[in-house]
Each structure stands twice: as structure tokens, then as C-alpha cells.
């Protein structure tokens, strides 16, 4: 039995694919379309899909969409009636989309999936999940545990904003809610706005920036802003918010709190931003240590999964885990609304269809039912060669076992390298088959990788790619970390005492301090957020930081996503072949294919 699983309309659009309840190809529409967080229907990713499994759209049993629209439009029109007169402006802006397509999604799914195979009967086919349920599903079906509580957090979905659910076998069950509009992930949205950083884009470099900063504001924020109860419950002071009816997150009375209007785009970041994200970083780790206290307390299971946007906040994922409230927790590498496309499939399946959930690995924590996420497109050295020979671009082929050696001997001569193989990653992260490679021994590597290769803010910090049997060498980590989804501490051993003036240095003037003897991996806190790799999940991977390895003596790259700031991972050899040209990278990886730049090359720096 087929079932496709399709998110759309709101943000990160995305389809996927699973045939008897095993995940067979999932990906994000903007990797096709190159749109960052594409909202508009995931044609292409469907396409994709489909043409992964060799199979029409008439051979799918059922097409599930992740939310329910009508539910939503209901959460619009009470939230203005509740807050009338106030708001007009925005009403006005958006009755006429919901009225012309929001509110007839049905008809719309319809009239764009009949685009891809005209003539097909959709009445039977499609179905619709709640969203909060399609977050749970990602995160419980394919997790490694029979029976584990499920917490799923995010701005909103239709009224929820933060579910509790237990999934047991086939079953998910709802145990609790929060709803709109008290919201943690809108809770946090609202500093990313006030710090000038984009909403459902720059959550995470709010989090980059939290340790340059310290908790000043924590006590402001919960005797004005939100109200904290034991359990972790927690319900937000609306007075100060502007997003349930205006254009924007926060208002004057929010300005009058802290001094300020909200940070322009673009312009200097001061210590104040720095001192802001650090304080509602605080709150959100609080807020989610309390809520996984008392259900793990009330409930009496010892295994958590977790979804929805807030749970890609890695540095509050590893305090949970350092917390050890749970025996295992596993979280959807796809957390985000491109993960609800998954979970609607996999709705559609065990609880519509009624089909049992078979888990033969369960309690091995390295093996889920994600494949590594390695669910999108593949591009075979046919195909690579002809672009290559198309463009006229030069090149070496090389046998595997040479291309590890050169991408390997490149890397220890501190050469920053692009690395493009096998399946693209599904969800927001790259784990080695789109990515960019460095040496984390250099103290240049993160400021010629942000600056002259990812053109993005100068404190954003860079993930180590570790191999699995060397974690506890470098990292005080227990567990696998396999999605990039846990911060942890680089081991005490392996920090530098810092300089007299590394300690008189304030602000961003502390970004290029080297802290570890992996100085471009360690932030400024002497975290890392970790992936380890496993040469089952990624055995080309796995080979080329173990040949790093007997090279530099250490078992870590440097990895991050193959684009630059503003576009979505590179998806198609072109696109990685225009990120390279366009860009510092010393060395380029294209399936089995070597390519250089010339010392008279020229490298454009484009403007985002």
C-alpha cells in the first residue's frame, strides 16, 4: 500500500512517500523550486516521490494533507471576533486569501495534484490529518520505541501550539494541550522578530547568538511576558504581542518593556540582541525541562520523541538529555512543517488504514526507520559527467578509494571542500551528501567559511560530523546524535585557557577566540551541536573522516549545509556546481568527480 503525505501552504512545504509503512522518499518543494521555506504546493517534491518509486499517482491508496484548514480558519475567525476592534487591518489582508484558497484547500489539493495526473478520481484518495498529530506520527513511528510520550511543540497548528501524546504499538493517543494563542515557538518567534532575524527562518540564529549574551532579561520576561506554572505549563500576557491580529510579533507596550523598537535587518547587533536571546533561550530550556519533568512524572514512561518546530533547538534538546528524565529520547531529524508531510503519510497508514507498526529494531537507538534521512534525490556520475562536459568544466574521475584519499588529504591541508553524494537530506540539516567540509583544527576555518563561503553572520557557529566511536573522546555526549539535533559540551580536556585578552574582549569581538583544540567546531560557550556518523547509515561519509583521521589524528569534520546565506541546500549537481563558483570553496566533490579552481579563477561574492 502507497500513501503520499503532503504539507503546504504555510511554510517548508514538503511531500513524502511510504510504502507498507516503510518511508520511501521524502523531500522539501524549496530544494526543487530554490525558494527558501517555500509555502506554495509541493509539485515537484511529489514528482520526485512518485518517480523514486517508479510509480503513478493512480497507484496511491491515499494522498494525506498534515492539517485540517477548516479547523484553522475557525482558530482565525474567533481569535479577531475576541479581539475586535483591534486588528482590522490585518482581517481585512487576509479574509480574501482564505476565502479564495485557504478555506477551499480541498479543492485546491484537488486541482493541483489533477495537474500532475488528469483524470484521476481524488474524492476517495485524500484525507486530512491534524497537524499536532502529524508532528506526533513523524516523531513516534519512526523513532526506535514501542511505547514512548510524544511532545510536540510549534507555533500553531490549527488551535494547538504544545501537545502530550502516547504512542503504544499502532496508536498514538492525545493526552493534553496548549493552545493558541499561548505559544512557545511563537513565544520565541517574537524575540527573533524584535531581534531582527526573520520568523520561521532565523529561530536558530537567535539561538547562535543566545551565549554571547547573558540572562539579564529572564525575570522581565516572566513577570511581564509569560507566566511559568510548575508543571511547565504556561499561558502568555497578550498586552505585549501583536501577532494574534497585526502585521508584526510584538507592539508599542512590548518597545516600552525593554527601551526600544525592534532591531533593523541588517544593522549592528548589539550586546542588548546578545543579552535578549540568551534570556528567552533561558525561559524556553526552562519551559521544556518542566513540562518533561511532570509528564515524566505523571506518566510513568521512560522514553520521549519529540517534534514541531521548537524541537530543532538543539541547545534545549541537550539539556533535556543531560537532564536524564528519560532512559531515550529520539527526536524528528524533519521537525519542522516538511516533517508533517511525513506524518500525515504515516497517519494515513497505521491509523486510517489500520496497519500495524512493525519496529524489529526497537531500542536500538542507531536504528530508526529514517535511513539517516538520506530521502531525496540522487544524481548518478552519467549524469554529473554530462553537466560537467556540457559546461566545459575540468575535471578528474576518480575510484572511490581515490576520491576519499584526495577530499581527505585536501581537508588536512585545511582546503575547504564542497561534498556532494548519494541521496539528498530530508529536513533542514545537512549530514554529509550536501554539505561543505573543513579541517576543525584550523582557527581560520569558521571565519573563511562564514565569510567568504556561506557569506552569513560571523557568530554563527559550524557542527562537528564526529565518527560514532570517537563521541566520548571529544564531546560530553552519551548518545548518538545522528540529525545534528543535540548541543553538547566539548570535553574540559580538550579546551584552551583563554588569553588576558581573550577575557577582556567583549561582545562579537569574541568570535575568532579559539577555545578548543577543534577551534572551528567549539562555541563560544564550549559547545558543539554534534553529528555523529555511522558507517551503516553513510558508509562513504564514514570513510572520509576515518581516511581524515589517519591523517590528522582526529575523527571530526567541520560540516555544514551546501548553500549560501538566503537559498536552500543545494539539491541537482548544478546547483552545487553554481554554489562552488560562486564562492571561496577550494575544492568541489561531484559524485566521483574532482574539480578545482585555477589561482586566476575568479570568485564572485554575491549579495544577500
Known sequence: MWILGISAFYHDSAAALIYEGEIIAAAQEERFCREKHYAGFPQQAISYCLEEAGISLAEVESIVFYDKPFLKFERLLETYHAFAPSGFKSFAKAMPVWLKEKLFQKRLLKQHLSELEPGLNLDEKLLFSEHHLSHAASAFYPSPFDKALILTMDGVGEWTTTSVMLGEGRDIRPLKEIHFPHSLGLLYSAFTYYCGFKVNGGEYKLMGLAPYGEPVYVNTIKQHLVNIAEDGSFQLNMRYFNYCTGL????????????RGPRQAESAITQMDMDLARSIQAVTEEIILKLATSLRREYEVDTLCLAG????????????????????????????DAGGALGAALVGYHLHHQK???????????????????????????EIQSLLDKKGVSYSRLKQEELIDTAAEALAQNKVIGWFQGRMEFGPRALGNRSILGNPLSAETQSVMNLKIKFRESFRPFAPSVLCEDLGDYFEL????????????????????PTREDKEATGLERVN??????????HIDYSARIQTVDERTNPLYYRLISRFKSLSGHGVLVNTSFNVRGEPIVC????????????AMDELYLGRFRITKSPSTPTSNPTH
Request: aromatic share 8%; net charge positive; proline share 7%.
Open 248 to 259: 508584526t510579533m510584538t507592539n508599542h507596550r512590548f518597545d516600552k518593556l525593554f527601551g
Open 309 to 336: 518546530g521548537v524541537a530543532l533547538n538543539s541547545v534545549a534538546n541537550g539539556k533535556l538529555l543531560a537532564a536524564k528524565l528519560y532512559k531515550d529520547i529520539w527526536i524528528q531529524p524533519a521537525a519542522g
Open 356 to 382: 500495524p507498526c512493525r519496529k524489529p529494531n526497537a531500542g536500538d537507538h542507531a536504528k530508526d526507520a529514517m535511513k539517516g534521512t538520506y530521502l531525496g534525490p540522487a544524481y548518478d556520475d552519467e
Open 478 to 497: 552519551d548518545q548518538h546524535s545522528p540529525y545534528m539535533l543535540l548541543v553538547a559540551p566539548v570535553k574540559s580536556s580538550l579546551r584552551c585557557e
Open 513 to 522: 577566540q579559539a577555545r578548543s583544540v577543534l577551534p572551528a567546531v567549539t
Open 572 to 583: 541537482r549537481p548544478q546547483e552545487a556546481l553554481n554554489c562552488f563558483t560562486n564562492t
